[in-house]
């Protein structure tokens, strides 16, 4: 997680400079909203930026490394400083009171307090209405940071509220090259790296034999609803069932098999975009011929339509039965 | 670093400090407490990040030695850990020393710990004081300044600032005021040495709470000293920090009303017992009100009926009823906690109508004044 200044830089150019240049223009907001994709370095450059606020000495806008400012910081002693984590599933409103409390009375040390909270989609309706006032106008000298995953999700009076920063995901191909120089193979690499943005889990997925389980039965299911019929109901039941017994397992394949059929539009479409199974392409490209748009959309949506409902806690099996009949549906009724 | 100590004086001092030191802090540095070595002597400092105890032990005392300094330094140990370890130590003397990777060794008789320390480096660093911005109030009063206000700060955290009690030097006189925004408890006090300028800074109850149970009831003076950070509370061995309430503190001062209709004279204890028995049956309702009114020749009826319970009466002779005829409604514990803070025989209750705030204060000064609201009834 401590990536040194100069990977944080390399990693996010435009936004640490963004951010160094508030700094040196002592213009620090008082309320940050970092959002971007799982993987694109909020947390690295969130301590970058707070410890560049934090420190005493700070040299170009770099911190020092050196002085008590930093050091405190890395080691998790310095006073001025507090981070909130979801309890449990949630941010709840007593975290929320408490930190309001905390921050409404003077730091222990002069100098700018600042409050990070993680995963600030996590909010409840309640601690974020709570947290309204206090974020808009905070008393004293006061950061805050919210980091994201979900933009969305974020209430909007909150959003309006921040300065917004935005982390421009790291580009497919670049992750997909340095995935290939790790030593996956082209497809492994071009799978994994759809599914996150993030260098470290798209390796030990990569090198997880669970995971090339579910790929391949994910790749086999679509055969299976697109050409054999008869066997796609046997290879929900006799594959993917006993395979995927965690309902986040079920929800990794879900989107595995919702990125095949992004890749069927692809081909469909003759566009260049990227490819999860480019080992799949000649089978797409003979089946592109077949199906219409109109088909495929009504395929994603009722993929997309499982996922809702497998959040809702449906019984699993019969989610799958639905769905592979759901995906049928050109063949079986006409 | 290398010292020894009488252990019975570490104690001492220790037990001071171990009372700002909590176990639910988050910042890790602060489950310890520090330790300085210096020639003069011993500073302990222990703190939960909102208040902040420090103590000093002198190396030399009434020429008695009680700390042999073989090399200054400073560390951080585990408060929890290192309290039980000295109280548990076999002989009256203790040997510390720590070695250049913060592991401490304290040595007593023939039994030897090994703890592991931390780098003082990262404990939280004090405010400097300034000895011109300081002034002085005995250690009794400012225990009574405290008792007699901090109860009146709002124990819902809504309004951060009202959780505090503002402190405000002005004029030559010291004026606290606290308020929960339904009643207010003020107390003025002159001061002998004048600080520079004018303070004003609010106080977080729970601090205040906390700085009474360590102050004595002597009359041994106490320098208060305002920073913009911190406020610190000054004995010959106790410095005790806290830290502040941010933002402006609401304008009291128009609160209190200046013209009175009606103006009552009582026993204080007569009535503070009184409201006490009115309340026992008062308590079953929701809002805990009694009534007053006055009556003819001096006398005071307190009264308080809950349908289901039955109801109480008790007329108290006043020493005076001066003004408009009045029946009132208000929250028989936060006149009891006022009438628990005025000091003195005979309470003046001034009133401005049924429906407007009324005070409290002594017939013989003005130190105190408590306000109240009273409790709209049909």
């Known amino acids: 997680m401590d990536a040194n200044q100069n990977d944080v830089r390399q990693l996010q150019p435009v936004v640490m400079k963004q951010l160094q240049t508030v700094f040196q223009k002592n213009r620090v907001a008082h309320a940050y909203l970092f959002e971007g994709a799982k993987g694109t370095g909020k947390v690295a450059v969130m301590r970058s930026f707070v410890k560049l606020l934090l420190c005493e000495q700070p040299i170009e806008n770099v911190s020092c490394e050196t002085c008590r400012g930093c050091r405190r910081f890395e080691s998790g002693n310095h006073p001025n400083f507090i981070q909130i984590e979801p309890d449990g599933q949630d941010i709840k409103k007593d975290q929320m009171l408490q930190l309001i409390y905390e921050m409404n009375k003077t730091g222990l040390e002069a100098g700018r307090k600042i409050y990070v909270l993680h995963r600030a989609d996590r909010l409840n309706a309640s601690a974020a209405n709570t947290l309204l006032k206090f974020l808009e106008e905070p008393e004293g000298l006061i950061t805050a940071i919210l980091l994201t995953e979900k933009p969305h999700a974020i209430l909007p009076t909150i959003r309006s509220r921040s300065q917004i920063i935005s982390f421009p995901a790291i580009p497919y191909e670049e992750r997909v090259k340095v995935l290939i120089g790790e030593g996956l193979t082209a497809s492994m690499a071009a799978t994994v790296s759809m599914l996150t943005n993030d260098l470290e889990d798209s390796l030990q997925l990569a090198k997880d034999e669970q995971f090339a389980q579910v790929r391949k039965t994910v790749l086999k299911l679509v055969e299976a609803v697109e050409s054999n019929v008869h066997e796609a109901m046997l290879t929900v039941h006799e594959e993917w069932l006993p395979l995927l017994k965690e309902k986040e397992e079920t929800e990794q394949a879900l989107d595995l098999l919702l990125f095949a059929y992004r890749d069927l539009v692809s081909v469909k479409a003759n566009s260049d975009s990227a490819y999860a199974y480019p080992d799949f392409l000649p089978f797409y490209q003979q089946r592109a011929l077949h199906i219409t748009y109109e088909h495929l959309s009504n395929k994603i949506e009722a993929i997309l339509k499982a996922k809702q409902q497998l959040h809702r806690n449906m019984n699993r099996t019969l989610l799958m039965e639905q769905l592979t009949l759901n995906l049928q549906e050109g063949f079986s009724f006409v | ?378």
């Open chain 2, 1 to 378: 670093m290398k010292f020894e100590i009488m252990r019975e004086r570490l104690l001492d001092g220790l037990n001071d400090v171990m009372k700002a030191v909590s176990s639910k802090t988050t910042i890790p540095i602060l489950t310890g407490i520090k330790l300085e070595v210096t020639e003069q002597g011993l500073h302990l400092t222990g703190s939960d990040s909102d208040i902040t105890i420090q103590t000093f032990i002198k190396a030399e005392e009434n020429g008695e030695q009680v700390i042999r300094v073989i090399e200054e330094g400073t560390i951080v140990v585990q408060a929890r850990m290192f309290n039980e370890i000295v109280r548990k130590l076999p002989t009256s003397d203790v040997e510390i020393e720590v070695n250049e990777q913060y592991q401490t060794h304290i040595r007593s008789g023939k039994s030897e710990f090994h703890l592991i320390g931390l780098d003082a480096s990262e404990y939280p660093l004090l405010p400097e004081i300034q000895d011109d911005r300081q002034f002085v109030i005995p250690a009794d009063l400012l225990k009574s300044i405290v008792r007699e206000t901090v109860f009146a700060v709002s124990t819902s955290e809504s309004r951060p600032v009202l959780t505090g009690v503002h402190w405000e030097v002005k004029n030559g006189e010291l004026v606290c005021v606290a308020t929960d925004s339904h009643r207010l408890a003020r107390r003025k006090t002159t001061l002998e040495q004048l600080p520079e300028g004018e303070y004003s800074v609010v106080i977080p109850g729970k601090s205040l709470n906390e700085l009474s149970k360590i102050i004595g009831d002597s009359s041994e003076p106490v320098h208060i000293v305002m920073t913009q950070q911190q406020v610190l509370f000054k004995t010959s061995d106790v410095l005790f920090y806290s830290r502040l309430l941010e933002g402006n503190y609401p304008d009291t001062s128009r609160l209190i009303p200046n013209e009175y209709k009606t103006t009552v004279t009582v026993n204080g204890k007569a009535l503070l017992q009184a409201i006490d028995r009115a309340s026992l049956l008062a308590r079953e309702e929701r809002n805990n009100i009694v009534r007053f009114s006055s009556l003819e020749g001096n006398v005071v009826e307190i009264s308080s009926s809950s349908p289901e319970v039955g109801k109480v009466e008790e007329e108290i002779q006043a020493t005076s009823i001066e003004g408009e005829e009045l029946k009132i409604s208000f929250s028989a514990k936060y006149m009891m906690d006022a009438l628990k803070a005025v000091d003195g025989q005979d309470v003046m209750v001034q009133f401005t109508g049924a429906m407007r705030p009324f005070i409290l204060k002594s017939v013989h000064d003005d130190a105190i004044l408590q306000l109240i609201l009273p409790v709209r009834t049909y």
